[in-house]
Nanobody, 124 residues
Framework: QVQLVESGGGLVQAGGSLGLSCVAS????????MGWFRQVPGQEREFLAT????????TYANAVKGRFTISRDNAKNAVYLRANSLKPEDTAVYYCAAKDWGLEVTTAANYAYWGQGTQVTVSS
């Protein structure tokens, strides 16, 4: 069973930046894509970004394109999210996720493995 552990959330002022990390453990060779989602209470989990472990191909949601950057370090089984120019509406619990080959990358239900989530709060 793949396990994901996020770190790096916290409180930041609007316009500031934050870095999130996620480390995978277990049978990580089965992981094809790793991504980041976020969720606000009462709303569905929102896709942010994903990266393909094999070749680094990235996909971003329009809401964060140009502000957020996803990267990976396969040697550490890690994926990172750098969030710049943060806005109060970026406040949410941020989740790391991983999935196998062949499933559409922006759909949360296609990800089999999830971290516990880390809170990001952006103050105005």
């Amino acid at each position: 069973q793949v396990q994901l552990v996020e770190s790096g959330g916290g409180l930041v002022q609007a316009g500031g930046s934050l870095g999130l990390s996620c480390v995978a453990s277990g049978p990580t060779s089965s992981i094809w894509d790793m991504g980041w989602f976020r969720q606000v209470p009462g709303q569905e989990r929102e896709f942010l970004a994903t990266i393909r472990r094999r070749d680094g191909t990235t996909t971003y949601a329009n809401a964060v394109k140009g502000r957020f950057t996803i990267s990976r370090d396969n040697a550490k089984n890690a994926v990172y999210l750098r969030a710049n120019s943060l806005k109060p509406e970026d406040t949410a619990v941020y989740y790391c996720a991983a999935k196998d080959w062949g499933l559409e990358v922006t759909t949360a239900a296609n990800y089999a493995y999830w971290g516990q989530g880390t809170q990001v709060t952006v103050s105005s």
